[in-house]
């Protein structure tokens, strides 16, 4: 299991954090490659700019994906990932705080896995990111080559 990656899309210092922190705390120990925002997550996920020469295939188990995020917007990522041939069967969990129903629509007609919104509290937090882990990286049969 630890040699699943976890790509955490999150512009926000203390969202990430406290993401990180809910992995740790779940014993997830797998390797985490945070970005910054829209742009940093399409380098990395295509092997472009900054992570230019990187092997897009490496093996990368899910993307948390924030959807407020600068450069470009968390829905525009996921059109570009299920776009690419190489990309468009990653699971992406949305793990957001907005509440709008438009984004929660947008985000599965786009072909998110899941919707998460980000709960205030912090034991609910820790619980919910356990559950991710477990079933993205234990459970879940990830289709062959991924």
């Not at 629509?105 to 599965?108: K, L």
């Given at each position: 299991m630890n040699n699943k990656i976890i790509l955490l899309v999150e512009d926000n210092p203390d969202d990430e954090a406290l993401t990180l922190r809910a992995l740790k705390k779940n014993n997830i120990l797998n390797k985490v490659v945070v970005v910054h925002d829209g742009?940093?997550?399409l380098d990395y996920l295509f092997g472009t700019g900054k992570d230019a020469g990187r092997d897009p295939i490496?093996?990368?188990s899910v993307i948390l994906l924030d959807l407020k995020l600068p450069k470009i917007d968390g829905l525009e990522v996921?059109?570009?990932i299920r776009a690419n041939e190489l990309t468009k069967l990653l699971p992406v969990v949305i793990l957001t705080s907005s509440k709008e129903?438009?984004?929660l629509?947008?985000?599965?007609r786009l072909g998110a896995n899941s919707y998460v919104h980000k709960m205030v509290d912090?034991?609910?937090f820790v619980?919910?990111?356990g559950q991710l882990g477990?079933?993205?990286l234990v459970l879940n049969e990830p289709p062959p080559n991924q």
């Open positions: 742009a940093e997550a490496e093996t990368l996921l059109r570009r129903e438009r984004d629509v947008t985000g599965y912090f034991t609910q619980d919910a990111v477990f079933y993205w």
